[in-house]
C-alpha cells in the first residue's frame, strides 16, 4: 500500500452525535479540501498559516452540505507529519457520509485502520511503542491502564531502549571494525566499558520483563476469587460489588454451580471477581467439576476473598485454603453481620481482628472492602512510577534481546573471537530494535495497525 497519498476517514465514532470530525491527510488534503470549501471569510484555504481555524461551508457542485469548522495542520506540524485538515461538520451520519464521499470523488483514498498513525511512525513522529500506546490510550477503561498508555506515550522506556540500543551499536561497530584486523589483534573495543554496558542492558530489560506481569494483570483486571462455603452470601457479594443482579442468588446450597465472572472499576483499577462454586464435599458430579474449577480459578487469583458467615464462623476452611494458596494474599470476610448482636460480633471480632465485617445482603461495610481492595493492590504491585509493559508482542522482543545479551556476554567469558560476538551483538540489536520500531517488516507492521479502529 502506498502511503504518499491522500488519505479520508471519519475520526468519531459511526452514527448520530452533536459533531462529527473528519481527517483528511496527505500532500494534497488542504488543496482537495478547499476545493469543496468555501470559507466565510472568502480567503483561500490553501494560503493560510498551519495550526488555524476556518468557518465555511462545504459544498458540493452548488449544494451546500453543511456548515462546518475547518482545522489547519501543515506538513510537518501535524499528527501524521503531512499536511493534514480536520472537518468538523455536524454529526448527522448523511452528513458524514456525503462529505467523505465527495473527498473520495475528489481523489482522495478511504484510509485503512490505523494508518493515520501508522503515517505518524513512518514519517518519524513517534516510535513503533509510541504509536502501539496511542491503541492502548483509545482502549484505556480505568485510571491504572490510562497511566501506563499515557507514560508509553510519551516515550516511556522506548527512549530508555533507544539510548541503550545506540551504545550497543557503537560497539558493535567497533568490534566489527576488529574483523578487519583480525592479523594484527587489535582490541577497538574496551572489554571492561563493553561489560558493564551488557550489565546495565540485561538489568534494563529484567526490570521491564518482570514488569509483564503486573502490567498484564492491570491491563485484564487483577483477578480476585470469591470462596466460602456454599450460601454464606458469595453471589450476593459479588452482587453488591457489581451493583446489578448478575450471579444466581439462592438459598438453596450449591447453586452457583459455573463460575461467574465481571470486571469492576474500583478507585481507578480493573477487578476481574471470579465467584466460585461453593468448597464442600460433594457427590453431585456437575458441583464436583465447580469445585474442581474454583480450585484452578484460586490458582490465577492474585487475592483471595475468603467469605463466612458470621452465625458459623468457618475458621476450618479459612486455615485450609491460607494452607492450600501459601503465597496468595488471603482476606477474611465476615458476611451477615445483619444477623448478629452485638455481643456476637464483638467476640468475632476478637477471633479475627483483621477480618472485613460486612452485610452483603444490606449492602453494608461494602465500600470498607472495596477500600481495602484498591489499597492492597496500590502497595503490592502499582509502587512509584515505574515503567510497566503491557504488550506481548514488547515482552517477547524483550526475551529475545535478554538471552541474546546473555549469549554475548557467555561468549565473553568464553573469550570469543569477535567474529562470533558480533552475530550476537547482531541479533540483540535486531530484538532491540523490534521494540522501538527501528527494526521493522510489513508483516510487523501490518499486524500491529490492523488492531487500530480506522480514522485513528
Ligand atoms: P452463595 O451460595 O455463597 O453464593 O450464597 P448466596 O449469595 O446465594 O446467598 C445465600 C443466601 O444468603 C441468600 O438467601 C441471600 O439472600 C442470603 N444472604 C446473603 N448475604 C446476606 C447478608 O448479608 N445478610 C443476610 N441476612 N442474608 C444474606
Known amino acids: 500500500m502506498s502511503h504518499s ?5 471519519l475520526a468519531t465514532p ?11 491527510s496527505g500532500p494534497d488534503a488542504i488543496t482537495l479540501v478547499s ?8 480567503k483561500d484555504l490553501t494560503n493560510q498559516n498551519t495550526h488555524t481555524i476556518h468557518l465555511g461551508h462545504i459544498v458540493d457542485a452548488n449544494k451546500v452540505l453543511d456548515k462546518v469548522l475547518v482545522s489547519l495542520f501543515k506538513n510537518p506540524n501535524s499528527y501524521t507529519g503531512e499536511n493534514v485538515v480536520e472537518i468538523s461538520c455536524h454529526g448527522s451520519p448523511y452528513i458524514q457520509q456525503q462529505i ?27 516510535d513503533l511503542s509510541q504509536a502501539e500506546a496511542v491503541a492502548d490510550l483509545i482502549a484505556s477503561d480505568s485510571e491504572a491502564s490510562h497511566d501506563i498508555a499515557m507514560k508509553q506515550m510519551r516515550g516511556g522506556f522506548s527512549n530508555e531502549i533507544q539510548k541503550l540500543r545506540e551504545e550497543l551499536l557503537n560497539f558493535a561497530s567497533l568490534i566489527e571494525l576488529e574483523l578487519d584486523f583480525s592479523q594484527e589483534d587489535v582490541e577497538f573495543a574496551d572489554r571492561t566499558q563493553f561489560y558493564d554496558l551488557l550489565g546495565r542492558i540485561s538489568e534494563v530489560l529484567k526490570k521491564l520483563i518482570d514488569s509483564f506481569a503486573i502490567g498484564n494483570v492491570i491491563k485484564n483486571g487483577i483477578p480476585i476469587a470469591i470462596v466460602g462455603k456454599p450460601n454464606v452470601g458469595k453471589s ?5 460489588l457489581l451493583n446489578e443482579e448478575r450471579a444466581i442468588v439462592s438459598n438453596i446450597p450449591g447453586t452457583t454451580r459455573d463460575t461467574v465472572e465481571d470486571l469492576i472499576n474500583i478507585g481507578g483499577i480493573n477487578f476481574r471477581f471470579i465467584d466460585t462454586a461453593g468448597i464442600r464435599e460433594t457427590t453431585d458430579e456437575v458441583e464436583k467439576i465447580g469445585i474442581e474449577r474454583t480450585f484452578h480459578k484460586i490458582e490465577n487469583a492474585k487475592l483471595i476473598l475468603f467469605l463466612f458467615d458470621g452465625l458459623e464462623a468457618d475458621l476450618d476452611n479459612l486455615t485450609r485454603i491460607k494452607k492450600k494458596f501459601p503465597s496468595k494474599e488471603v482476606l477474611a470476610i465476615c458476611n451477615k453481620v445483619d444477623l448478629l448482636n452485638a455481643e456476637e460480633l464483638a467476640s468475632l471480632r476478637k477471633t479475627i481482628p483483621n477480618g472485613i465485617y460486612i452485610s452483603a445482603k444490606k449492602k453494608e461495610g461494602i465500600t470498607l472492602l472495596e477500600d481495602k481492595l484498591s489499597t492492597l493492590v496500590v502497595s503490592g504491585s502499582l509502587q512509584g512510577d515505574e515503567t510497566i509493559i503491557t504488550n506481548s508482542r514488547h515482552y517477547d522482543a524483550l526475551l529475545k534481546s535478554l538471552e541474546e545479551i ?13 567474529d562470533l560476538l558480533a552475530i ?7 530484538h532491540l530494535g523490534e521494540i522501538t520500531g527501528s527494526v521493522t517488516t510489513d508483516d510487523l507492521l501490518g499486524n500491529i495497525f490492523s488492531n487500530f479502529c480506522i480514522g485513528k
Open 424 to 430: 550476537d551483538i547482531r541479533q540483540a540489536l535486531h
Open 406 to 418: 546473555q549469549k554475548v556476554k557467555e561468549g565473553m567469558d568464553l573469550d570469543l573471537s569477535s
Open 14 to 24: 459511526p452514527g448520530t452525535g452533536a459533531i462529527a470530525i473528519i481527517r483528511v
Open 5 to 9: 497519498d491522500t488519505i479520508v476517514a
Open 236 to 240: 450476593t457479594l459479588l452482587n453488591a
Open 35 to 42: 476545493k469543496h470549501f468555501k470559507p466565510v471569510s472568502h
Open 100 to 126: 467523505i464521499q465527495l473527498f473520495l470523488k475528489a481523489g482522495c483514498r478511504m484510509a485503512s485502520a490505523g494508518e493515520f498513525t501508522l503515517r505518524a511512525f513512518l514519517n518519524g513522529k513517534m
